[in-house]
T-cell receptor, first 112, second 113 residues
């Protein structure tokens, strides 16, 4: 069945450095790849997404890259700040109803 | 503020009891999803409704049930509660066809003692 693997499970970076989180999916037909951020005590919130017809999308300090051949997509956060500390989830829809399979999450810790 | 409202925010109850969690989706959103998130765990999909009808089922226990009402709000009923049911329960709503973004509420934290 469909599967999404997310790595690493925990990532600790120095404030100002970059962070990269990677997800690998199994369904070649997948065409929409979102990233959600969950802050402590809150629900997940979409921060960026990409469709399969592009290889990269940027929004200020965050970017998502997609490699369809290798079936993986990555979240890049540059110039990390304390407010970037959170759990990040990737997801992959496995049907036309946008039913999502979620990655296990990455806890990002920004060290001052 | 996502526009999705969940009540109650916190709930403490005993094993064997029954609780109802409520969700009001964003105005105009027809789809409602329920997720369970245990401590330091990912999001487990429970069930989805679309305009009052059940659309998809995930790993939802038989002790759990849900429904979506004509005004589009949804309720998740958890019965014969066990210690392991302690978790955060999230509701999310989604807009129309072609939009993938889910809007999550802040969750209902259930503690079963």
């Amino acid at each position: 069945g469909e599967n999404v693997e997310q790595h690493p499970s925990t990532l600790s970076v120095q404030e100002g450095d970059s962070a990269v989180i990677k997800c690998t999916y199994s369904d070649s037909a997948s065409n929409y790849f979102p990233w959600y951020k969950q802050e402590l005590g809150k629900g997940p919130q979409l921060i960026i997404d990409i469709r399969s017809n592009v290889g990269e999308k940027k929004d200020q300090r965050i970017a998502v890259t997609l490699n369809k051949t290798a079936k993986h997509f990555s979240l890049h956060i540059t110039e990390t700040q304390p407010e970037d500390s959170a759990v990040y989830f990737c997801a992959d829809p496995f049907d036309s109803n946008y039913q999502l399979i979620w990655g296990a999450g990455t806890k990002l810790i920004i060290k001052p | 503020d996502s526009g999705v409202t969940q009540t109650p925010k916190h709930l403490i109850t005993a094993t064997g009891q029954r609780v109802t969690l409520r969700c009001s989706p964003r105005s105009g959103d027809l789809s409602v999803y329920w997720y369970q998130q245990s401590l330091d765990q990912g999001l487990q999909f429970l069930i989805q409704y679309y305009n009052g009808e059940e659309r998809a089922k995930g790993n939802i226990l038989e002790r759990f049930s849900a429904q979506q009402f004509p005004d589009l709000h949804s309720e998740l009923n958890l019965s014969s509660l066990e210690l392991g049911d302690s978790a955060l329960y999230f509701c999310a709503s989604r807009g129309g066809v072609g939009t993938g973004e889910l809007f999550f509420g802040e969750g209902s934290r259930l503690t079963v003692l």
